[in-house]
């Protein structure tokens, strides 16, 4: 499993562009690096995965960069209900030798 | 419709007996997974089914059992509960698309165990 790294947690204000970093120094060549949201008292909730350069779609744009070791998810002008734990990971859920461990995420505080 | 489910909710009960969580899932996955996620928020994968086949056990104890009746199915069984499994319990699913190594997964709502 590639060790993921992102900030503990992070404040912004509504209507702001919000940006979450992740570092994924030993991310393999096959892996895909895969974002989600969670809630309070709710399951984590898939919101986008890419593998290189940009990938968008309703929610978020994910931009990973050429070497692809770190990847940085943005969320555009954040609400009051953006306010959640999220969570980068890379890797194959196939790899029988990986332990899917979800480490303790960033979590987003948006303030009004 | 819900995606993935699970019952019951929130399930509060006595150390020593044994107990069951339900999922199910309606998107026509092949792979369906329980994770325990703990007082300190880590989420951490306690079982996976892939076509009734067990793929990923992680070291929990013999006390908890996953039982797949079909691929829509993952049930949790877990006999003679401790107080150190309190948590919230988690049920997902994915399905393998050949060359994507990725993590997509959808997950239920959760049960919240409480023993006392």
């Known amino acids: 499993l590639a060790k993921t790294t992102q900030p503990i947690s992070m404040d912004s204000y509504e209507g702001q562009e919000v940006n979450i970093t992740c570092s994924h120094n030993?991310?393999?060549?096959?892996?895909?690096i895969t974002w989600y949201q969670q809630f309070p008292s709710q399951g984590p909730r898939f919101i986008i995965q890419?593998?290189?350069t940009k990938v968008t779609n309703e929610v978020a744009s994910l931009f990973i960069p050429a070497d692809r070791k770190s990847s940085t998810l943005s969320l555009p002008r954040v609400s009051l209900s953006d306010t959640a734990v999220y969570y980068c990971?890379?890797?194959?859920?196939?790899?029988?030798?990986?332990?899917?461990?979800f480490g303790k995420g960033t979590r987003l505080h948006i303030l009004p | 419709d819900t995606a993935v489910s699970q019952t019951p909710k929130y399930l509060v009960t006595q150390m020593g007996n044994d107990k069951s969580i339900k999922c199910e899932q309606n998107?026509?996955?092949?792979?369906m997974y329980w994770y325990k996620q703990d007082s300190k928020k880590f989420l951490k994968i306690m079982f996976s089914?892939?076509?009734?086949?067990?793929?990923i056990n992680e070291t929990v104890p013999n006390r908890f059992s996953p039982k797949s009746p079909d691929k829509a199915h993952l049930n949790l069984h877990i006999n003679s509960l401790e107080l150190g499994d309190s948590a919230v319990y988690f049920c997902?699913?994915?399905?393998?698309?050949?060359?994507?190594?990725?993590?997509?997964?959808?997950f239920g709502p959760g049960t919240r165990l409480t023993v006392t």
């Open positions: 030993n991310i393999a060549t096959n892996d895909y």
């Open positions: 997902a699913s994915s399905q393998e698309v050949p060359g994507l190594a990725s993590y997509e997964q959808y």
């Open positions: 990971l890379v890797g194959d859920v196939f790899n029988r030798d990986d332990k899917i461990i």
């Open positions: 890419g593998y290189k």
């Open positions: 998107l026509g996955h092949d792979t």
């Open positions: 089914y892939n076509n009734k086949e067990l793929i």
